[in-house]
């Protein structure tokens, strides 16, 4: 019996529980081999990209069959040109096109900073029935000083080739009449080909300034 399996037997009681002193720093120090198909739970940052006055910013690696959930934060995005849409678009040939069918539904609550307009409304200008168009995320996003967006949003199992591609969005802006609004966006990639590039745009102009982080979800 091995030094390391010995700790472990004396330290295990009759119903088969490990005692806390079983886990020492020489008792791990010493395995030199760990099942590595064992789930460990977490994310992994696989991506950070930050705007300059881009046009675009798009992810065309990292995302496969590696992991079942992607997620996308976004910090403090902002348009350089006032009111433009934030949407993004997905790819089945790792981004020569950005053109993947969508269905969605989209809602927003808003509330102004003088507690005197809350509203909850479903949002048909932004949903998509069957449509190659860049889906919305954020709509009309001012480009003032102290404007900007953030969210998050998750795409679950791009890489399969039979179901199609769920995802889910949820941002906050600050709008421009002092209002919070809060973005609820949600759909599928109406395709069974692997998914394997994004892209976030606004529909006009550029994206001023922000980051957008892409997480693997283990």
């Not at 881009?54 to 959930?69: H, L, M, R, W």
């Not at 809350?118 to 200008?125: I, N, R, V």
Request: aromatic share 12%; with cysteine; glycine share 8%.
């Amino acid at each position: 019996m091995g030094s390391i399996t010995r700790s472990f037997a004396n330290n295990i009681t009759t119903s088969g529980v490990l005692l806390p002193a079983s886990l020492t720093n020489n008792s791990i120090a010493n395995v030199t081999a760990y099942n590595a198909s064992v789930a460990t739970g977490g994310m992994k940052l696989i991506s950070s990209q930050t705007a300059s006055n881009s046009a675009s910013i798009s992810f065309t690696t990292g995302i496969d069959s590696t992991y079942k959930e992607y997620q996308f934060y976004f910090i403090n995005i902002r348009p350089a040109t006032d009111a433009k849409h934030f949407q993004f678009n997905l790819s089945t040939d790792s981004g020569s096109n950005y053109n993947v069918t969508k269905t969605s539904t989209s809602f927003t609550a808003w509330h102004d900073e003088g507690g005197t307009d809350p509203l909850l409304s479903y949002q048909a200008p932004w949903d998509l029935a069957q449509s190659t168009a860049d889906q919305i995320l954020c709509w009309e996003v001012g480009n003032g000083a102290d404007e900007c967006f953030a969210g998050s949003m998750q795409i679950f199992n791009p890489a399969s080739t039979t179901y199609v591609k769920h995802f889910i969005s949820n941002v906050n802006q600050y709008y421009s009449a002092n209002y919070s609004i809060n973005h609820f966006v949600a759909g599928y990639g109406n395709t069974t080909s692997a998914c394997n590039a994004i892209r976030f745009q606004f529909n006009t102009g550029n994206i001023a300034d922000g980051t957008i982080l892409m997480y693997g979800i283990i």
